[in-house]
């Protein structure tokens, strides 16, 4: 019933077997990282993941919302190499191939191009034939379903994860209409343990947007404002429309004067919206080591700073590294044969 407790000294005597103990081995709890969203600010996730790797620390599970679906499943599929390649190499240019814009369809950008980059990096990779659990987090937009993407085509539920209402279009999978998972979910701590993680590393994208969800108590019209509506009124009617329809187009997506165009509007309202969902989730379910790089100088559109999110995020997990260990001698638990 003891055997391999006690071992046996070489003469035999009972008192080396009562002093003689194995020294119990320990168990690494099972460790879960939960990837937020914050298109350009993800490429952090990159070197996230590359320092982790580094100090020797692998996940068993890794959930993703938004962009997190997207680094976390290419680092699931072993594509990071690829990833980060073609995240560094983003000039300004290159991104507009990009942006196949739409305006017959459900999204200010159709998608194409990118859907097909990921295609070809990831053929046609399942996520059930995936070596860790994985998860990309969605949502059913006319139901406000939170959806877990845990099998099927690895790029479909990437593309469903990133499908941000009124810039990409929602994908049909399953019969449902997902889209971006940060609308329920933006830093996914929940699904993670759910998916079996007794450790979860968690990491926020857009901690560092300070000054946001304070009250203005009192505010109203003043002086510009009836100035603005009076030079409107004042100008001629045809010179509203002699640019024609490509200079209104350009004044829609890119605004003019001071005034933002409508991804900039739809960007920081949706930046709001998950900052609160952020906060109330993490307040309910908070992850055991949150890692937040400061990202605030790297917008959401910023994909042609690639390299400055990888670093950042790089050096948000070195400081980190100490309390993940801590975290993780703290969960371990020694365990025996006669177990």
Not at 162 to 176: C, E, Q
Not at 244 to 264: A, D, K, N, Q, Y
């Amino acid at each position: 019933m003891f055997e391999g407790f006690f071992t046996r000294g070489r003469n035999g005597d009972r008192s080396a077997d009562a002093t003689t103990q194995v020294k119990p081995e320990s168990t690494r709890p099972s460790i879960g990282l939960a990837l937020g969203g914050g298109a350009a600010r993800g490429f952090a996730h990159i070197g996230v993941l590359q320092t982790l790797a580094a100090h020797g620390i692998v996940p068993d599970v890794i959930v993703g919302t938004s962009i997190g679906a997207v680094v976390g499943g290419c680092y699931a599929a072993q594509q990071m190499d690829g990833l980060e390649t073609w995240a560094r190499g983003l000039k300004v240019r290159s991104i507009f191939s990009y942006l196949d814009i739409s305006l017959s369809g459900s999204g200010l950008i159709n998608g194409g191009p990118l859907a097909t980059k990921l295609t070809e990096a990831l053929g046609v990779t399942r996520i059930e034939d995936l070596p860790l659990r994985f998860a990309a987090i969605a949502t059913e937009f006319n139901t406000g379903h939170e959806i877990w993407l845990t099998r099927g085509r690895l790029s479909d539920a990437m593309r469903a994860s990133y499908s941000l209402p009124g810039i990409f279009p929602p994908v049909k999978i399953g019969g449902r209409w997902p889209v971006d998972g940060a609308l329920v979910n933006p830093v996914p701590v929940s699904a993670a343990r759910a998916l079996g993680a007794r450790l979860v590393i968690a990491v926020n994208l857009n901690a560092d947007l300070f000054g946001r969800g304070t009250i203005i108590a009192d505010h109203g019209s003043d002086q510009d404002d009836d100035d603005a509506a009076a030079e409107l009124a004042n100008k001629p009617q045809g010179l509203r429309g002699m640019f024609g329809v490509e200079h209104s187009l350009r004044r829609m997506f890119f605004g003019s004067r001071g005034r933002p165009g409508i991804p900039t509007v739809m960007v920081e309202a949706f930046n709001v919206m998950q900052d609160r969902i952020t906060r109330a989730r993490r307040a309910g379910d908070p992850p055991d080591v949150l890692i937040s790089p400061r990202l605030g100088n790297v917008g959401w559109f910023d994909f042609h700073r690639g390299a400055d999110a990888i670093k950042i995020g790089a050096e948000a997990t070195e400081k980190a590294i100490e309390g993940i260990t801590e975290a993780l001698a703290g969960l371990s638990q020694p365990y025996s044969d006669s177990q």
